[in-house]
């Protein structure tokens, strides 16, 4: 894992337009992204193991953002796909806010490390209301994995 997110991601992995507005129907949605993905040794098990995460505790992190993940012995190396909903997902028990981007994560069991490096990266990024922005109003998978590129640069750009 090199500590970008722009190295993980592929256009095929992108869905700009969810539209299921409910959590577990626009899990599925996005986690199929994953399903040819070739570091996922087997994706009905990955699946399973992200919805029972996905059940033991909210994943969103706020400012319309989900976290989506699992670690699991079905995925080989770090798996990344994102999901964008103009209409939002629910994401809890409360109608204040609705998930517009979701970084689904799949990462090896055995490898807490690059989880965390890939988590505080993603963080890092999606505090910063311009980038979140950015990711909102790309218009193609391209321009959304650019966006991204820009932003790491920016975050490592000398102040």
């Known amino acids: 894992m090199a500590g970008k997110i722009s190295s993980l991601l592929d256009p095929t992995r992108i869905a700009l337009r969810v539209q299921s507005t409910q959590r577990t129907t626009a899990l599925h949605e996005v986690a199929n992204l994953l399903s040819a993905h070739p570091s996922v040794t087997n994706f009905e098990g990955f699946y399973r193991e992200l919805l029972a995460r996905d059940r033991l505790e909210t994943t969103c992190i706020g400012h319309c953002v989900a976290l989506p993940h699992a670690r699991t012995e079905h995925v080989k190396s770090i798996a990344l796909a994102v999901?964008?909903?103009?209409?939002?997902?629910?994401?809890?028990?409360?109608?204040?806010?609705?998930?517009?981007?979701?970084?689904?994560?799949?990462?090896?069991?055995?490898?807490?490390?690059?989880?965390?490096?890939?988590?505080?990266?993603?963080?890092?990024?999606?505090?910063?209301?311009?980038?979140?922005?950015?990711?909102?109003?790309?218009?193609?998978?391209?321009?959304?994995?650019?966006?991204?590129?820009?932003?790491?640069?920016?975050?490592?750009?000398?102040?």
Do not use: Q, W
Not at 119 to 136: D, G, Q
């Open 83 to 159: 999901g964008r909903s103009e209409a939002g997902v629910h994401f809890g028990d409360g109608p204040d806010e609705k998930v517009r981007l979701l970084f689904m994560l799949g990462t090896p069991k055995t490898n807490p490390g690059d989880y965390l490096a890939v988590v505080s990266a993603l963080c890092k990024l999606l505090k910063h209301e311009a980038n979140r922005t950015a990711f909102l109003t790309a218009a193609t998978p391209e321009e959304f994995i650019a966006a991204v590129t820009a932003a790491e640069g920016r975050l490592l750009a000398p102040v």
